[in-house]
C-alpha cells in the first residue's frame, strides 16, 4: 500500500511492480494525477549537482529514467541543461568546486565565462556575471506527466491506483501494520510506504511515528510574455534555454514558452501548519484544467498552493530585472506560494519506523531525486538492502535531541535560509546551541575550545590555551578556504601528541550496552571479527548489510560474560542492533552514551601520567594492546580500554558522567609536569589521517566491502555464520575492482577537504573521502576511492582542487609508524 500519488508514490509504484511485486495499491485522497500536492505543481528544474553522492546519483538516475518516459508522445523531461551562474567571487570559487563535486559524482559539466553563459541564456546581463557552471544533461521534468507515465507502467503489471481516498489511520497486531483505513474503508496491507510528501508528519502521526519535516512555502511567480522569446519555443517545447539559478539572489528561472517562472528563496521562512491546509475535496471544483498552470494571483488552486505575497517577492524582481534585463518589460502575471518539504539537514526521510514492522516512509524528496529514491526504496523492500548508500536520508539517523519538535522546526526553517548558500564542510549550526555538552564543557571553556557541532554535541576543535605551544611556529598556512575553521593551534596540539601526552574529548561518540545470555552469539552474527575472547579482550570489528557493504565499524569491549561496550559511530547502528534483537528476550541493547564520558589520554608519556594515579598495571605486560580493565583513577572508578585511533600508547579511559569533571581535573593535574595538553578534533583528524584509521561514513559507506576499504583485516570468514559472509565468499584484496588509496600531495601546504575528483591520467577516476595536513610527517594527506590498477603505490594522480590540478601519488600506508612501535610497548 503507497499513501500518495505524487511523483514519490507514482515512481515507486513503477520501481515495485518492475521488480516483481505487483500487488501494489496507491490510495490517493485527492484526484489522480494532478492530485493537488506539491508535484502538482512543482516547475520542475532537475540540477543534479550536490555535495552528497548519494544526492547526485539520486538525480542522475532521475534524469536518466525521465528522459526515456514519455505519455501519449508528449516529453517527460526535456534536457535543456542547467546553467548556474556567479555574480560574486565567492560564488565564483563555489562553482569551481561544484564543477569538482560534479565531476566527483560522474556529473558531467564545464565552466564557462561570462561571454560563454549569455550565449547559452542569451537573456542574461553578461556584465552581472563573473562566469558560470553549465551541466549539459540537466533540464525540466513534467512531475505530472512522468507521475502518469510511471504509474501506468505500474498499472500494467497490476497495481491499482486509488484517487479520492483518504488515510485516516492503520491497523497493527504485534507490532506490525496489518491495515490501512481510508474514509472509504480498511485496505489490509503488510507492508505501507507514505509517500504523503508534506503531509508525511500527519500520516506519521497515524502510525505512531514521529516524522521530522516542515512544510514550507516557496514563491513560484510567471511573467507575462517576454519580447525576446516572441516565436522561441512551442507551446510543447515550453524552453529551450537552460534552467538557471542566480544563487546570489536566492533564485532560479525556467522558460514557460515565451514567459519567465521565478522560484524564489530570498523570503522569511514560512511554515505551514498542516492544519491549515484544506483537503483537496475542499478546493477540487477549482482545481486548474491544466494542472501545472497556476492561474492568476491570488487565487489558490490546490491545497499546497497559497496566495502569492507579493510583498517577498519586491527585492527578487528587481534582482531578476538586474540579472535579465528583458524582464524590465514584463510584469508579474501569476504566482502563487507553494508547499513542500524541508528537514533538519535537508535530506529526505527514508526508511521503516523503528515501532512499527511494516510501515515505510519515503518522504521530503524533490522531483529531481523521485525516481533515484522510488528506485533505492524498491530494492530495500523486495532485496533487502539498497544498492545506493541512504545512510545520510535513513529516517532513523537522528539522535533524540533532534527530534524535539521545536528542533525540527527550527533547523528545517534554517535550512530553507540556507538552501543556495555558500556552506564550508566544516561549518556547524549556529543555533539552537549549545545542546549536547560533555562533563568537561566547562573546564574546556575555561581552556578556549573552539566548539564545533555534531549530532548536538559541542564538540572542541582546538584550544585556544594551547596559542601559546611552541609547536604553533612549525605549522604551515594554508588556503583561505581551508583554514575556516581551522587554526594552526590544532597543528601544534597533534604535534604535542606525537611528543608528550594530551588529552582528548571523546564522549560525542556512541556507546551501546549490549547485554544478556544470548549478546555473544548475538553480536557474532552482526559482526565479522571473532569476539569469542576472554573477558577483558577488545575487538574492532565490522557490521555487514547482506550484500556485504560495511554498515558501521565498531569497538567492541568484553567487559563480563555477557556484558559487551560497544563504540559505534550513530543512531542508525542503534536501530540496527535493536532490529537484529532475537524475539526471545536474551539480549539487551542500552545505548550508554549521555549518561557516560570518555577521555583520551594518548602520547609517548600517557603511562607517565596515568601509573601513579593507580595500583592497578599499566604496564604493556600488566595490560595489552587492545584490552580493557577496570580501575580507579585516584577517587574515579573508569573503564580503561588500551587503543588508540591517534597511533600512540595511550587508553580511553570511560567513567559515568557524575564522575566527568573529576576525571579531567585528575589527569590535568597529574599530566601538569609532564606537559600534558588539551586536544581537539581537528589534530585528531590528522593524526588518525597518517595512521591511515578510516572513518565510516566518511572513507566508506556501505556501498564498500571490507577488503575494498582495507578493513579486511577485520573479517574473520572461518568463525562460522555471520551476516553479509556469503557476499563476501571468494572476495578477496586481489579482486575487489576498486581500493581506498592513501594520496600524498606534491605541495605540502595545498590541504584539501574531501569530495574532490581525482584525475589518472587526465581522466575522473575517483574522489577523495578524508583530507588532513599531516603535521608530524610534513605532507598533505588525502585519502582516495580509486580502481584498483590506480590504487598501487607510485601512481600519479591529480586532485581538482577549486579548478587548480594538484599533483599527488598514491602512496603506501599506513604513513604514520607502520610497524607500531609506539603503540605496542
Ligand atoms: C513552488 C515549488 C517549486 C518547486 N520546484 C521544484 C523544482 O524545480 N525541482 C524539484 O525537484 N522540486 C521542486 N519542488 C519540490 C517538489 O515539488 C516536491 O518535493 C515533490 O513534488 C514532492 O513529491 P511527493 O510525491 O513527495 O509529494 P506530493 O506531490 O505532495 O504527493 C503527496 C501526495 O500524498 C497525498 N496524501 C497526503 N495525505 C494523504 C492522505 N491522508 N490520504 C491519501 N493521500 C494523501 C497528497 O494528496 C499528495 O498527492 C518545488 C516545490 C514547490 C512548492
Not at 24 to 43: K, M, N, W
Not at 67 to 81: A, E
Not at 458 to 468: F, G, L, V
Not at 691 to 718: C, I, Q
Request: aromatic letters at 10%.
Amino acid at each position: 500500500m503507497i499513501v500518495g500519488a505524487g511523483i514519490v508514490g507514482c515512481a515507486l509504484s513503477d520501481e515495485l511492480t518492475a521488480r516483481g511485486w505487483t500487488d501494489v495499491t496507491v490510495l490517493e485522497q485527492g484526484p489522480l494525477f494532478a492530485t493537488g500536492g506539491s508535484s502538482s505543481h512543482a516547475p520542475g528544474l532537475v540540477f543534479q549537482t550536490n555535495s552528497s553522492k548519494t544526492m547526485t546519483e539520486f538525480a542522475s538516475y532521475t534524469v536518466r529514467k525521465y528522459s526515456g518516459l514519455t505519455l501519449d508522445g508528449q516529453w517527460c523531461f526535456r534536457q535543456v541543461g542547467g546553467l548556474e551562474v556567479a555574480t560574486t567571487p565567492e560564488r565564483l570559487a563555489e562553482l569551481n568546486r561544484k564543477h569538482g563535486l560534479a565531476t566527483s559524482w560522474g556529473v558531467s559539466g564545464t565552466l564557462l565565462d561570462p561571454e560563454q553563459c549569455a550565449d547559452l541564456h542569451p537573456l542574461l546581463d553578461r556584465d552581472q556575471v563573473l562566469g558560470g557552471f553549465h551541466v549539459p544533461t540537466d533540464g525540466l521534468a513534467k512531475a505530472v506527466r512522468a507521475g502518469e507515465a510511471q504509474a501506468r507502467r505500474a498499472i500494467e503489471r497490476g497495481a491499482r491506483f486509488l484517487p479520492h481516498h483518504t488515510v485516516t489511520g492503520f491497523e497493527s497486531a504485534g507490532g506490525r501494520v496489518t491495515a490501512v483505513v481510508t474514509d472509504q474503508g480498511s485496505f489490509p496491507a503488510d507492508v505501507v510506504v507514505s509517500c504523503a510528501g508534506f503531509w508525511g508528519p500527519k500520516i506519521g502521526r497515524m502510525a505512531g511515528l514521529a516524522v521530522p519535516l516542515v512544510p514550507l512555502a516557496h514563491q513560484y511567480a510567471r511573467t507575462t510574455p517576454v519580447p525576446e522569446l516572441a516565436g522561441h519555443n512551442t507551446d510543447e517545447l515550453e524552453a529551450s534555454k537552460p534552467i538557471l539559478r542566480h544563487q546570489d539572489r536566492d533564485l532560479y528561472y525556467r522558460e514557460h514558452g515565451d514567459r519567465i517562472g521565478i522560484g524564489s528563496y530570498a523570503h522569511r521562512p514560512m511554515p505551514v501548519d498542516l492544519d491549515d491546509v484544506a483537503h483537496p475535496s475542499a478546493g477540487a471544483a477549482r482545481l486548474p484544467a491544466t494542472p501545472q498552470t497556476p492561474q492568476t494571483l491570488p487565487t489558490p488552486q490546490m491545497p499546497s498552493m497559497l496566495p502569492f505575497t507579493e510583498e517577498d517577492f519586491v527585492q527578487p524582481w528587481a534582482d531578476s530585472q538586474a540579472l535579465l534585463p528583458a524582464l524590465a518589460r514584463t510584469k508579474v502575471e501569476e504566482g502563487f506560494n507553494g508547499i513542500f518539504s524541508f528537514t533538519a539537514d535537508g535530506f529526505p526521510l527514508l526508511g521503516e519506523s523503528p515501532d512499527l514492522r511494516g510501515f515505510w516512509v519515503a518522504e521530503a524528496v524533490w522531483v529531481t531525486h523521485s525516481a533515484g529514491v522510488a528506485r533505492a526504496m524498491a530494492e530495500w523492500l523486495v532485496e533487502g538492502t539498497p544498492r545506493t548508500d541512504v545512510h545520510e536520508c535513513d529516517l532513523n539517523r537522528f539522535e533524540p535531541v533532534q527530534l524535539a519538535p521545536a528542533y525540527v522546526h527550527e533547523r528545517s526553517c534554517q535550512n530553507f535560509v540556507e538552501v543556495y548558500d555558500i556552506l564550508h564542510p566544516l561549518q556547524p549550526m549556529e543555533q539552537p546551541r549549545p545542546l549536547r555538552v560533555s562533563p568537561f564543557h566547562t573546564r574546556q571553556r575555561e581552556l578556549g575550545a573552539f566548539f564545533l557541532e555534531a549530532t548536538g554535541w559541542e564538540r572542541p576543535h582546538w584550544y585556544e590555551a594551547n596559542k601559546d605551544l611552541p609547536e604553533v611556529a612549525a605549522v604551515p598556512g594554508r588556503g583561505a578556504w581551508a583554514s575556516r575553521y581551522w587554526s594552526p593551534i590544532a597543528g601544534a596540539e597533534a604535534l604535542a601528541t606525537r611528543e608528550r601526552v594530551a588529552m582528548y574529548d571523546m564522549t560525542a561518540l556512541k556507546r551501546l550496552e549490549v547485554t544478556g545470555p544470548g549478546s555473544l552469539a548475538f553480536l557474532q552474527y552482526l559482526t565479522t571479527n571473532q569476539l569469542d575472547k576472554p573477558v577483558g579482550s577488545v575487538t574492532y570489528t565490522l557490521m555487514l548489510d547482506e550484500t556485504g557493504g560495511v554498515r558501521s565499524d565498531l569497538t567492541v569491549a568484553r567487559l563480563g560474560r555477557d556484558r559487551f561496550q560497544v563504540g559505534a559511530n550513530g543512531a542508525l547502528d542503534l536501530d540496527w542492533l535493536t532490529r537484529h534483537l532475537p524475539d526471545d528476550g536474551t539480549v539487551q541493547v542500552r545505548d550508554t552514551t549521555a549518561g557516560t564520558c570518555c577521555i583520551g589520554l594518548w602520547g609517548p608519556l600517557a603511562r607517565d601520567l596515568v601509573q601513579p594515579l593507580t595500583d592497578e598495571d599499566f604496564s604493556h605486560k600488566g595490560f595489552g594492546y587492545f584490552k580493557a580493565k577496570h580501575a580507579y583513577l585516584d577517587n574515579v572508578p573508569v573503564t580503561a580500554m588500551r587503543l588508540s585511533y591517534v597511533g600512540e600508547l595511550g587508553w580511553e579511559l570511560y567513567t559515568t558522567a557524575d564522575c566527568g569533571p573529576k576525571l579531567w581535573d585528575t589527569l590535568w593535574e597529574a599530566g601538569q609536569p609532564l606537559g600534558v595538553v588539551v586536544a581537539g578534533r581537528s589534530a585528531f583528524n590528522s593524526l588518525r589521517l597518517e595512521k591511515g584509521y578510516r572513518s565510516w561514513g566518511t572513507d566508506l559507506t556501505a556501498e564498500h566491502n571490507p577488503f575494498e576499504a582495507g578493513l579486511g583485516f577485520a573479517v574473520r570468514m572461518e568463525k562460522g555464520d555471520f551476516l553479509g559472509r556469503q557476499a563476501l565468499l571468494g572476495v578477496t584484496e586481489a579482486t575487489v575492482p576498486r581500493r581506498l588509496a592513501c594520496l600524498l600531495l606534491d605541495d605540502p601546504q595545498a590541504v584539501v577537504m574531501g569530495k574532490e575528483p581525482v584525475y589518472v591520467d587526465g581522466a575522473p577516476a575517483g574522489y577523495v573521502t578524508s583530507a588532513a595536513y599531516g603535521y608530524s610527517i610534513g605532507a598533505s594527506i588525502a585519502y582516495a576511492w580509486l580502481p584498483r590498477a590506480a590504487a598501487d603505490p607510485g601512481t600519479r594522480v591529480t586532485v581538482e582542487y577549486f579548478g587548480e590540478q594538484l599533483p599527488a601519488t598514491v602512496t603506501e600506508e599506513p604513513l604514520f609508524d607502520p610497524k607500531m612501535t609506539r603503540i605496542r610497548r
